[in-house]
């Protein structure tokens, strides 16, 4: 771990921004991400100023831009919130107003949404959290699940296409999946666990399709305590997943 004096020193380019997740790069040096408590799927120009794209209500989530120009997103539903003394904000448990997850389809240049999935094999999505999609055009997601006073859902990982035709549930149970991504040769799905703090790797047998004849592996774990979010797979295919008590990126190789 590099020392303090050798950390690149960090650039605030938008402030104000309430709960923001799920980032998108885009080729004309903007992005877009999701700002949870407020609801919307934003825009932030090169200039740092923020624009609402879309009004989705609930709690949008993880983003990913699809094979037809258009952004994806899970939306978890929503949250109760809770402001600490500094100004921060937590998500807590299921809101009174929560009507179920779902994943939701937005024209960037009209602000149109339209939902395309809110359940599978007759199961509502409780609270999908984190998408990839593949070179086949369909895409993984995660459901989070909610939490309520004395009980929380059990959930796993997602497959569907794009044009609404079909999901079915590729992973169950998982302990609160969160961040998912693709090895660079579409082999490997990466899934991390909120409250384990675990990084599973499945092997996939053909587009939304798990090989199992493979055990899943476990990657290296850390030894401390600690939660896992989302995750990113950079160019050398290591998996670097946000790591939350801790606070900081776990990069963790191929191999494990």
């Known amino acids: 771990m590099p020392s303090p004096a050798n950390t690149p020193a960090m650039k605030d380019i938008a402030t104000g921004l309430r709960f923001p997740e799920g980032p998108i790069a885009l080729p004309n040096g903007e992005f ?11 825009r932030v120009d090169t200039q740092g100023r923020v624009s609402v794209v879309a009004e989705l209500g609930g709690g949008p989530n993880g983003a990913a831009i699809g094979p037809d120009g258009l952004c ?22 299921e809101p009174d107003d929560y009507a179920g997850g779902r994943i939701e389809r937005v024209d960037l240049s009209t ?31 995660t459901d989070h699940g909610k939490t309520r006073e004395r009980d929380r859902d059990r959930t796993g990982v997602f497959y569907a296409k794009a044009d609404g035709s079909y ?3 590729a992973i169950f149970p998982l302990e609160a999946p969160n961040g998912i991504g693709l090895s660079p040769d579409e082999k490997t799905l990466y ?12 092997p996939i ?22 939660m896992f979010d989302s995750l990113a797979v950079d160019a050398e295919g290591n998996i670097c997943v946000a790591t939350l008590i801790t606070g900081g990126v776990t990069i963790h190789s191929a191999d494990g």
């Open 191 to 202: 899934v991390a666990e909120t409250p384990t703090g675990r990084l599973w790797a499945y």
């Open 167 to 169: 999901i079915t549930e």
């Open 32 to 42: 877009l991400l999701v700002e949870i408590a407020r609801g919307t799927l934003s």
């Open 72 to 93: 994806y997103v899970c939306n978890n539903g929503g949250f109760i919130w809770h402001e600490s003394s500094t100004g921060l904000l937590f998500p807590g448990h």
């Open 205 to 226: 047998a053909a587009p939304g399709e798990l090989d199992g004849s493979v055990r899943p592996t476990m990657m290296a774990q850390l030894p401390d305590y600690h």
């Open 111 to 141: 602000g149109e949404s339209t939902v395309l999935y809110t359940a599978c094999d007759g199961r509502p999505l409780r609270g999908p959290n984190d998408i990839v999609f593949d070179a086949e055009g369909g895409f993984w997601f």
